[in-house]
């Protein structure tokens, strides 16, 4: 029998017999065989088309059985530690924190039930508070502590429960709560009081700082008043991360924006001469140092409209303590 070549012609197989075959008579038994496999082969194909799942129903049915587990798991994890003195327990126990850490995780919350509100009413934040008073305080555990508090400011409703020990969630409760990061961060700066029992290092100061902010943006601007130490200080605070490229004084000046949105910080300030200095500035605009310019635009820094905007929540509560900048146009800024 003469030899057959196979050929793949717009997805499916022939066989052609070679010019040989032909030429000793087995060219027509050749050829029916030939269509009868060409003839099978598509069948084939036509089957295994049939039988075959689309590509994505094929991978949610790999990933069904993964993410139902461990929904499941996550659901468990909520019914397990809703006993708030079970939850408190787990963190004291080896690698309970490490569970607590994956817990409070963001991605979990979007894999399975929320798990935010047992640590809610578990008070997770009281010990890491506790320890931030201590004197003496390793590294390591002032990022746990501060770790577990990033974990609660950054959902709003959680930083509305944050209250100081042996008191109840409720108005002006969240600021009081922090109120030893406050001190770390700008008692040091005042000429008026003393130094806080523990001080971080600049490792710790970042974290720290997002966390106020994140307490100061979820309280309402009526339960948002603060001693006026506080005020002083945001404005002459130094390192990081308030002096670490634009971006850490457009920190600086939205913290106090956000702070003077209260009729009894805007009054404070106005008694405040480097407050007043401070808003009275030109402010500036500019980008990251740096030869990247995608990465010099998202890290560039603007805080001139937000002194603007801050010397008027002065002055509206004492005319003439702050002599507010122009408001910056298109115009003033092409020079024309």
Same mark, same amino acid.
């Given at each position: 029998m003469g030899s057959l070549r196979p050929w793949n012609l717009f997805g499916k197989t022939a066989y052609k017999v070679s010019t040989n075959a032909a030429a000793s008579g087995v060219g027509p038994a050749?050829?029916?065989?030939? !269509?009868?496999?060409?003839?099978?082969?598509?069948?084939?194909?036509?089957?295994?088309?049939?039988?075959?799942?689309?590509?994505?129903?094929?991978?949610?049915?790999? !990933?069904?059985?993964?993410?139902?587990?461990?929904?499941?798991?996550?659901?468990?994890?909520?019914?397990?530690?809703?006993?708030?003195?079970?939850?408190?327990?787990?963190?004291?126990?080896?690698?309970?924190?490490?569970?607590?850490?994956?817990?409070?995780?963001?991605?979990?919350a979007h894999l399975g039930p929320y798990q935010i509100p047992n640590l809610c009413r578990a008070k997770m934040h009281e010990e890491p508070l506790r320890m931030l008073q201590e004197p003496?305080?390793?590294?390591?555990?002032?990022?746990?502590?501060?770790?577990?508090?990033?974990? !609660?400011?950054?959902?709003?409703?959680?930083?509305l429960s944050l209250a100081p020990p042996k008191?109840?969630?409720?108005?002006?409760?969240?600021?009081?709560?922090?109120e030893p990061l406050l001190l770390d961060a700008f008692f040091q700066d005042s000429a008026s009081a003393t130094r806080s029992p523990g001080t971080s290092a600049d490792s710790h100061k970042e974290s720290a700082a997002k966390i106020i902010l994140d307490?100061?943006?979820?309280?309402g601007p009526e339960?948002?008043?603060?001693?006026?130490?506080?005020?002083?200080?945001?404005?002459?605070?130094?390192?990081?991360?308030?002096?670490?490229?634009?971006?850490?004084?457009?920190?600086?000046?939205?913290?106090? !924006?956000?702070?003077?949105?209260?009729?009894?910080?805007?009054?404070?300030?106005?008694?405040?001469?480097?407050?007043c200095q401070y808003l009275a500035g030109p402010g500036f605009k500019k980008k990251e140092d740096t030869s990247l310019p995608l990465k010099a635009y998202l890290l560039s820094g603007e805080t001139h409209d937000l002194l603007r905007r801050g010397a008027k929540m002065v002055v509206k509560q004492r005319p003439g303590a702050v002599e507010a900048q122009e408001r910056r146009s298109l115009q003033l800024a092409s020079g024309k």
């Open positions: 050749s050829s029916n065989l030939a !269509l009868q496999l060409s003839q099978a082969r598509a069948r084939r194909q036509a089957q295994e088309a049939g039988s075959s799942m689309p590509p994505f129903q094929r991978n949610m049915t790999y !990933l069904a059985g993964p993410f139902s587990m461990l929904w499941a798991l996550l659901l468990a994890a909520r019914w397990r530690y809703s006993d708030e003195d079970r939850l408190r327990e787990l963190e004291k126990q080896p690698g309970g924190a490490i569970l607590l850490d994956v817990l409070a995780w963001r991605v979990a003496v305080l390793l590294d390591s555990e002032r990022m746990q502590a501060l770790r577990r508090l990033g974990q !609660l400011s950054q959902r709003r409703l959680a930083a008191a109840e969630p409720g108005p002006g409760q969240p600021l009081r709560a922090i307490v100061v943006s979820a309280c339960d948002r008043q603060v001693p006026s130490w506080t005020l002083s200080g945001l404005v002459k605070a130094r390192g990081i991360p308030w002096q670490v490229g634009p971006q850490g004084e457009e920190l600086r000046a939205t913290l106090l !924006l956000q702070l003077l949105r209260t009729p009894a910080n805007a009054a404070a300030a106005a008694g405040q001469a480097e407050v």
